[in-house]
């Protein structure tokens, strides 16, 4: 019967050539939009070298400033003499790392301009961070105390400074300094803004004073972070954290009250892009939930209309089946076969179109070194959900067409 | 082999209420071929339907065998149809996707016999039918005339032991029509199936056994 089944579903699928397009077309699409927002999701948020301890890594990015006649500074603004002062001393995290962001910058090799992004670490960042070393080794605790003139580049900056030559242990000029290259380490995508740059050296050379007593760091910005033992150590942390800044002082004068956390990467993210220093994620997730069930929602609702005409347009042969003894629920399977089918089908080429938009993507270089894939869970979830809505769409008018009596269904259904 | 008690069958919709049946009395033997008659709207196809459990009476009972009908669920009844009874219709009801041989192998899916086995019996009631060379074709390359002997041949198939035909030479020309009547009587004379045709036309009715003869839903004789 299963066979029979099949044969069917495969002869109205080419019969009816222009539903068949638009239900795999819906499928096809509903599929395709939640595998490439996952694959983005997955490498904006998941564990992607160097970040692979996400899981046990929070980090101290933003924060909110208020004076007392109310006004408000927000950002990533804290200073390394905070980090030092509050952060530094705590002793539940394994780790602690502080560094800026990337800084934009150009660099001179004879006449040629080299575009680059420098960022300014301790020796803990590396410890912290998975970074792979094509060659050489990173600065230690004690290059960073002395501010000696080390540097790790990336493999970008070897080819446009070095011409891909061997690097470890040659200078690099910039800025009137001769940093000696230590170690030369895979591109990192700019996706992941925390370890990004392409060229890292001691925090000493930031042309800020490391130990002024202020709270606000400046541009490029500096964080904080901080690597558990277990990541059930997190909340301990998060906790040594708030009792730390609780008397915080406030050297500038102005402000009087500080709010901020030690946040997952996750959380960190969403501070960045919603500006609240509570890092709350729940606006995104929510924004990302909404957009997703549109998405959803909108084919589902088309594939329940198109299953309706195709299974009232089919009442005659379901009052035939019924004459010559197919049961209501015999003839509701038979329906279920065939939205498993085109289901399937649409899955399957949404699988390919996916692999081919995301090949072409990552090819393009429009962001550089960032390689999205096709996360199969989430394309198993969306499967599940497309089978969902195409079993209810394409079962509930059949089993309620097969609930007629086969005289009416003969009629075509009316 | 049937019987009709005391049926009536009354269509209502919001405004109007058409009674198709009135206090229906039928009997019919194992092997008996009958032929209903009588003008259009009259109930005719009404009847056939609720004696091939079709469609339900408003009131009365439908037996089969002695077994009364009325209660029997919606699996039961479709087994029922499948084992005992054959449907011919005026428009054939051929499934147009598949091919000759797969609509007749139709009652056999539902009684779960296997691929091979099915195919053999189909093959048979095509043959029975002279329709053997032109079981790949599709309903669509068939003529009028062969379409019916597709839709006898499914009838057949599954040697059930009512055969209920409605207007069955209906679409045909004569010629056609007549060798459909031979086909019907041959399987009421070699298989001794029960046969219940409707017809307009006096000349096939006169070959039948008995004539039922309806007026405004009711039994005239």
């Known amino acids: 019967m299963l066979k029979n089944y099949i044969k069917i579903a495969f002869k109205v699928m080419l019969r009816n050539k222009l539903f068949t397009f638009i ?15 996952s694959s983005v999701i997955d490498y904006g948020f998941g ?15 933003m924060g909110s400033l208020s004076t007392e006649s109310g006004g408000n500074t927000m950002g990533p603004l804290f200073s390394p003499w905070f980090f030092r002062k509050y952060v530094k001393p705590m002793t539940t995290p394994e780790k602690i790392s502080i560094s800026s962001y990337y800084n934009p910058d150009v660099i001179y090799r004879g ?22 070393f094509l060659e050489g080794q990173p600065y230690n605790k004690e290059e960073v105390a002395a501010t000696d003139q080390v540097a790790v580049i990336n493999r970008r ?27 030369v380490v895979d591109n990192v995508s700019i996706v992941r803004i925390m370890p990004y740059a392409d060229i890292w050296v001691p925090m000493g ?9 202020t709270l606000i760091g400046g541009f490029p910005g500096w964080y904080a972070s901080l690597l558990a033992k277990d990541k059930h150590d997190i909340p301990a942390i998060k906790a040594e954290f708030q009792k730390r800044i609780e008397n915080v002082e406030f050297p500038e004068g102005i402000y009087n009250k500080l709010l901020t956390s030690a946040s997952s990467y996750q959380e960190a993210l969403a501070r960045q892009m919603f500006r609240r220093q509570d890092g709350n994620i729940y606006p995104f997730m929510m924004i990302l939930l909404g957009v997703a069930t549109i998405f959803m929602l909108l084919p589902a609702i088309n594939l329940v209309n198109i299953n309706m005409s195709r299974i009232y347009e089919r009442a005659s042969e379901i009052g035939i089946r019924k004459a010559y003894g197919a049961s209501s629920i015999v003839l509701t399977g038979q329906f279920l076969v065939e939205n498993i089918i085109i289901t399937l089908l649409g899955g399957i080429l949404s699988v390919v179109m996916a692999a081919i938009i995301l090949s072409i993507f990552n090819r393009s270089g429009i962001l550089a070194d960032t390689t999205f894939t096709i996360n199969f869970r989430v394309f198993f979830v969306s499967m599940g959900f497309a089978l969902f809505f195409g079993i209810l769409s394409g079962v509930y008018p059949a089993w309620k067409m097969s609930r007629l009596m086969p005289v009416q269904a003969l009629e075509g259904g009316e | 082999m049937i019987s009709l008690k005391n049926i009536d069958k009354v269509y209502r919709t919001d405004r109007i209420e058409t009674t198709a049946l009135r206090s229906i009395n039928i009997e019919i033997e194992k092997g008996e071929l009958v032929s209903v008659m009588g003008p259009s709207g009259c109930g005719k196809s009404t009847l ?65 016999i296997p691929g091979r086995a099915r195919r053999k019996l189909a093959m048979e009631a ?12 599709f ?4 003529s009028g005339g062969q379409r019916q002997r597709v839709a006898i041949a499914r009838a057949i198939v599954g040697r059930p032991e009512i055969i209920l035909a409605d207007e069955p030479t209906g679409n045909l020309d004569s010629m056609m029509g007549a060798e459909i009547m031979d086909i019907l009587l041959g399987l009421n004379r070699d298989d001794n199936a029960t046969i219940i045709m409707v017809t307009h036309d006096e000349l096939l009715a006169k070959q039948t056994q008995r004539i039922i003869r309806l007026f405004d839903g009711a039994q005239v004789s």
């Not at chain 1, 061997?166 to 800025?175: C, D, H, Q, R």
């Not at chain 2, 309903?139 to 068939?142: A, E, I, S």
């Open chain 1, 23 to 37: 239900s795999l077309f819906g499928i096809c699409f509903t599929l395709l939009f939640l595998i490439l927002l």
């Open chain 1, 47 to 61: 564990p992607v070298k160097p970040e692979t301890k996400l899981a046990r890594t929070l980090s101290i990015t």
């Open chain 1, 111 to 132: 006449d040629k301009k080299i575009k680059l992004g420098i960022k300014y670490t301790d020796a803990e960042f590396w410890d912290i961070c998975d970074f792979n």
């Open chain 1, 157 to 183: 900056l070897q080819e446009l400074y070095f011409d891909g030559e061997p690097t470890a242990g040659k200078i690099l000029e910039y800025k009137d300094k001769r940093y000696l290259v230590k170690g």
């Open chain 1, 205 to 213: 050379h930031a042309e800020i004073e490391l130990d002024k007593p």
């Open chain 2, 48 to 112: 056939l339907n609720i004696m091939g459990l079709l469609d339900k009476p408003s009131h009365g009972n439908v037996l089969i065998e002695g077994q009364k009908v009325d209660q029997f669920g919606d699996i039961k009844l479709a087994a029922l149809r499948n084992k005992k009874i054959g449907f011919i219709f005026q428009s054939f009801h051929l499934i147009n996707d598949l091919s000759v041989v797969d609509n007749v192998e139709l009652p056999l899916i539902y009684r779960l």
């Open chain 2, 126 to 137: 095509l043959e029975r039918v002279g329709l053997s060379t032109r079981t790949k074709h």
């Open chain 2, 139 to 142: 309903p669509n390359q068939l």
